[in-house]
């Protein structure tokens, strides 16, 4: 019976998710940390996961401002670039992908996982990343509707890609733009292969579940939907694995999590400011 409802909520969510996006909630959701842009970063670089644990080991206190964050890959050169133009590209590269502010919702979140679920790094950052750029997003469902085993070769995602956006990229950056989206999905997991990328399952976390709860809701969605938005998707596992991760990021106090039968509830007063649930209470 619940497989029966799941299967409901997942055909209505991801209707309803394109509804979202097109109707005035995009303010609101811009609040939050989601982005609108028509463009990526995925455009020159991949979700660049490695440099994120740099700056997150070199700039400890989650508390600070944005331009602590950019002080230390621009002056203090924490990232161990060459030069500081490249520096510059990286802050602005980072602040695309994941804010680095924590005033802004998705990026306190971030943080708050990361420092709590070391495991859950690849998903935390490819869930941030998938919320902020376009293209990623637009190609995550091509990666994830391959079975495991399946080679994901970058021919094919040039071409899924041209289809999408036809006309838009040159040969070369159409191949530049898919070789950094499957660097990205191999980095999170979904991916396996230095040049033959084959389609693998990654292994998601209660923090990771959590963050992608935390997203879904968010953008409006409640109960058992939460569970089957895109971004529990990206976890990679079915809907009773996401409600198990739940159960555990519950017992840990990261979320609270109540279920009665198919009925379910998830809400987050650890990571939501009083400002933001009032826009949140405005959004229902």
């Known amino acids: ?67 602590e ?26 602040k695309s992908l994941y804010v680095l502010d924590p005033s802004v919702t998705i990026f306190r979140a971030l943080r708050f996982f990361w420092q709590r679920d070391s495991d859950g790094h690849p998903l935390i950052a490819l869930l941030c990343a998938y919320a902020r750029d376009a293209i990623l997003k637009s190609s995550a469902a091509f990666i994830l509707n391959f079975s495991e085993g399946k ?3 970058r021919e094919a995602l040039e071409a899924f890609l041209e289809n999408k956006y036809f006309g838009r990229f040159s040969n070369a950056t159409l191949k530049s733009v898919a070789q950094n989206i499957n660097s990205s999905f191999t980095k999170s997991g979904h991916l396996i292969g230095k040049v033959k990328k084959t389609r693998s399952r990654t292994t998601p976390t209660s923090g990771a579940a959590a963050y992608a709860l ?30 198990e991760l739940a159960e555990e990021a519950s017992r840990r106090g990261w979320i609270i999590f109540k279920r009665i039968g198919d009925v379910m509830e998830v809400v987050f007063p650890s990571l939501l400011t009083s400002q933001e649930m009032e826009w949140i209470r405005e959004q229902n």
């Open 1 to 67: 019976m619940l497989h029966d409802v799941f299967k409901r909520i997942t055909i209505y969510n991801f209707d309803s998710h394109n509804h979202i996006m097109k109707n005035p909630h995009k303010e609101l959701l811009s609040k939050f940390g989601f982005s609108f842009s028509k463009s990526g970063v995925h455009m020159a670089r991949t979700i660049m996961l490695e440099d994120l644990e740099f700056l997150f080991e070199a700039v400890i206190d989650s508390a600070v401002a944005r331009d």
């Open 69 to 94: 964050y950019v002080k230390a890959i621009v002056e203090h050169n924490c990232l161990k670039k060459r030069s500081v133009k490249t520096r510059q590209l990286t802050a602005g590269h980072l």
């Open 151 to 153: 080679v994901v070769t």
């Open 214 to 243: 935390l997203l879904g809701y968010l953008e409006g969605i409640r109960g058992a939907a939460l569970f089957t938005t895109e971004y529990t998707r990206l976890l990679d596992c079915p809907p009773q694995r996401v409600i």
